[in-house]
C-alpha cells in the first residue's frame, strides 16, 4: 500500500477526509500526540490507542541521538520498537535548526552551523558534533520506518527580516529539492520495504510574498502532504490565522494540509481547522498535564462558528488548588477518557500532583490526550453534518 488523501465534506474552508497509509487509515481532522523519544510522555500504546489516537510523532532529532538509528533498526523500526502499529509520522530535525540556535544564544550550547550542504549542530546530551543533510535526515527516517515522513527544512523565527528569510528560504527550498530526488531514488520505501509519504514543509516567516512563493514551490513537486511551518505556527494564532490567508489558495485540495505544532490550547484545533488545516500536533497537552493543568469544556455549534466553551480560563482546570482538595467530582462528568470513566476524583488528582506521584502524570495525561482528538473527531462530525 502507497498513500492516498480522500476529501470527503468541506464547510467553508474546514475540511473532512482521510488518508490511508501501510499502517492503517487516519480521519481528518485530526490532533495528533507527540512521542518525541518513542513514548507520549506517562502513556504506554495500550493508554494512546484508548485515547483512540490515529497516529502519532515521533522526533528524528531525538531518536537519532538516542537510542539511535541502529538500535530501533535491529527491534524492526519504530513501530516494532515502541509496540505502536498505527501510523507514526517522524520530523525532519530541522525544527533544531532554530531551536538549538536559539539556546546557542543564551549561551548554552555552541551555535549550530549552517551552509548549503546541511547543518552542523552540538548534541545537547553530550556535546558532540553532529551533522544533518537533506539526504541524511531522510536516511533516517527511512531508518525510523515512519509511514510519513518529513523534507528538511529551516525554521524561520517570526523576526527574521526580508533578507535572512529570503536566504534561509532558498535553503529550504533548495533541501526540499534534494530530499524529494532522494525520495524517488530510494523508490518512496523505507529500508522495511514499507511506502513512506513525503510532505514538503512551506516556511517564510511572516512575509506574505515569499509564503505565497514558498507554497507555490512545495506544491510544484509531487509531494503526498503539505505542512506549514515557522516559528509563528500554533505558538501565535493570529499570526497563523495570517499565514494561512496568504497561502490557502495555492493549496491543492487533494492533499493534507499539516499545521505543525499546533494544538496546545482546545481553541487552537477549532480555529486551525477552520483555516483549512487537517493535521495538528503538540507537546502541550501532555505538559500542561504534567504541569496541573487539565482540559475542561466542549465544542459548541450553536453559532455560525463553532466555539470552545468552558468554565475555566483557556479550557484549563488548575488541579493544584486548593478548591479541588475535597472535590469529590471526576475532571469532567461528559468526558469519555479513561481517567474520567474509572472514576478517579478531582481530589484524589489534586493529592497526586501536590505529593508528585508518578501515577498522576499518567492519569492527567490519559485525560489531556483524549480531550484533545475527542475534541478532533467533534469538529470533523460538525465539517460532515
Known sequence: ?????????????????????????????IFMPVGTQATVKALDSQDVERAEAQIILGNTYHLYLRPGIERIQAAGGLHTFMKWEKPILTDSGGFQVFSLGEKASRGTLKPAKISEDGVEFT???????????????????????????????ECTPDQADAKYTREALDRTHAWANRCYQYWEEKKRLNIYGRYQA?????????????????????????????????????????????????????????????????????????????????????????????????YHGQLETAGER??????????????????????????????DCYTCQAGYSRSYLHHLAKTQELLYYRLASIHNTRFMIRLSQDIRAWILK
Open 123 to 153: 548534541s545537547h546530551i553530550d556535546g558532540s558534533s553532529h551533522f544533518f543533510s537533506p539526504e541524511k535526515s531522510i536516511e533516517i527516517q527511512r531508518h525510523l520506518g515512519a509511514d510519513i515522513i518529513m523534507a528538511f527544512d
Open 198 to 294: 513525503l510532505f514538503g514543509i512551506i516556511q517564510g516567516a511572516m512575509h506574505p510574498a515569499l509564503r505565497q512563493e514558498s507554497a507555490e514551490f512545495m506544491t510544484s513537486l509531487n509531494f503526498d502532504g503539505i505542512a506549514v511551518g515557522g516559528e509563528t505556527i500554533g505558538y501565535n494564532m493570529p499570526g497563523t490565522a495570517e499565514v494561512m490567508s496568504w497561502i490557502e489558495p495555492l493549496l491543492p485540495q487533494d492533499k493534507p494540509r499539516y499545521a505543525m505544532g499546533l494544538g496546545r490550547d482546545p481553541q487552537d484545533l477549532i480555529d486551525a481547522a477552520l483555516m483549512g488545516f487537517d493535521m495538528f500536533d503538540c507537546v502541550g497537552p501532555t505538559r500542561l498535564a504534567r504541569n496541573g493543568a487539565l
Open 306 to 335: 463553532p466555539t470552545f466553551v468552558s468554565a475555566y480560563p483557556k479550557g484549563r482546570l488548575s488541579i493544584m488548588k486548593q478548591e479541588f482538595a475535597t472535590d469529590q467530582s471526576v475532571i469532567q462528568t461528559d468526558c
Open 1 to 29: 500500500m502507497s498513500f492516498s488523501f480522500t476529501l470527503q465534506k468541506t464547510k467553508d474552508q474546514a475540511r473532512a477526509g482521510y488518508f490511508e497509509t501501510p499502517h492503517g487509515r487516519v480521519e481528518t481532522p
